[in-house]
């Protein structure tokens, strides 16, 4: 496996690589800045874009994954699950929250930044709001827990307790911060795959399934723009609630699946779109999850066609998604070899060859 610091080595080149210069900071104070986190997926990309406007950047985590720290960042070692003393008594201008999912922790570390923080920006998830049968704004209801004490991390409780964190980091910092709600965050460095199996199953050659219609709306966002855009609401100081996804109806599941094959276009790979109803029919529920993809009926129909107009008006754009794609099978590929032996989302090659095989029968048959 690769190690976390090769692993941000790499993510710092490719972001180097298509970086603007960097900003002088004309101010005769330096401004400072405290991401809780930073050293997983966002908070690599949300430090450099930090680092490129001339802030001072602070990190504050266990320092399991970047043992000998981050270049250019001072660390302090701490576990927001109660061991928060290196926090006490400092003073900074902006926090960000990239960690914040159990919210009894995340009203413990609000209450204490917020006398000597200026700012805070949260980092939610459009996981908060309560229903996907319709599509959502900023203004939808979210999610509500039975119990807010509760620790455990799940399918069903994940959302409910991003919105929980949502309402204890709004108490705690009224009038001065942005909630930020990503949907499906991609790019390189995104250890989960559920984005980066499209280009690489395409780069493999052979048949392969793609699910429901190349028509079917998908909603993204490059890690590269979600930083830049965060820090345009850090500096501006924004203030209010912002879906961060692409437009509804911008991305189809056919515009990544037409760029994964052109990724790797001497791969030969043929695609078979198999309809939502068969895969439904021949499948269990929980297979239908095939991110960034998501079923056009029932709870999940409108899924990806979440409203992200404020966001858009405060800045946010995205990239071509063909770069998306060419970046993040890029750095997949640079990875060692065991790792990329281990796809961590995406269909099991078992899996779609086998319903590929019923599809081809049934259609046959008819």
Not at 316 to 328: A, G, H, K
Request: include cysteine; glycine fraction near 8%; hydrophobic fraction near 40%.
């Amino acid at each position: 496996m690769t190690t976390r610091r090769e692993v941000l080595q790499i993510g710092a080149c490719l972001a180097a690589s298509a970086a603007m210069p960097a900003v002088r900071a004309t101010a005769s104070k330096t401004k400072t800045i405290l991401i809780l986190g930073g050293t997983g997926f966002i908070g690599p990309h949300l430090t450099q874009e930090a680092l490129r406007r001339g802030w001072k950047v602070t990190h504050f985590n266990r320092g399991k994954r970047s043992a000998d720290g981050v270049a250019d960042v001072e660390t302090l070692l701490g576990d927001r699950k109660g061991q928060l003393d290196a926090l006490r008594g400092r003073k900074w201008d902006v926090v960000i929250d990239d960690t914040g999912y159990i919210p009894k922790f995340v009203k413990m570390s609000a209450d204490l930044l917020a006398p000597n923080v200026g700012y805070c920006l949260f980092i939610s998830s459009i996981s908060a709001y309560a229903s996907f049968a319709k599509p959502n704004d900023e203004r939808s209801p979210t999610g509500k827990l039975s119990n807010p004490d509760i620790e455990e991390v799940t399918n069903d409780t994940y959302g409910p307790m991003k919105a929980s964190c949502e309402q204890y980091s709004a108490e705690a910092f009224k009038g001065r911060i942005s909630i930020v709600r990503p949907g499906y965050i991609v790019g390189p460095l995104d250890s989960t795959d559920r984005f980066t199996y499209w280009p690489v199953r395409a780069s493999k050659g052979g048949e392969m399934l793609a699910p429901g219609t190349p028509r079917d709306p998908v909603q993204i966002i490059d890690v590269r723009d979600l930083a830049a855009w965060m820090m345009k609401l850090v500096d501006s100081r924004s203030t209010g609630y912002f879906n961060a996804v692409s437009p509804p109806g911008a991305f189809t599941m056919g515009d990544l699946i037409t760029a994964s094959q052109r990724a790797t276009p001497k791969a030969g790979t043929a695609v078979t779109w198999v309809p939502e109803d068969f895969l439904a029919a021949h499948w269990k529920a929980a297979e239908l999850d095939l991110p960034p993809w998501s079923p056009m009926k029932g709870e999940m129909a409108a899924a990806s066609l979440t409203s992200a107009k404020p966001a858009i008006k405060t800045g946010l754009r995205c990239r071509p998604l063909q770069e998306t794609v060419r970046d993040t099978l890029a750095w997949f590929q640079s990875l060692p070899a065991d790792r990329q032996a281990k796809l961590h989302a995406g269909l099991e090659p078992q899996k779609e060859a086998a319903t590929l095989r019923d599809w081809h029968l049934d259609n046959a048959k008819g």
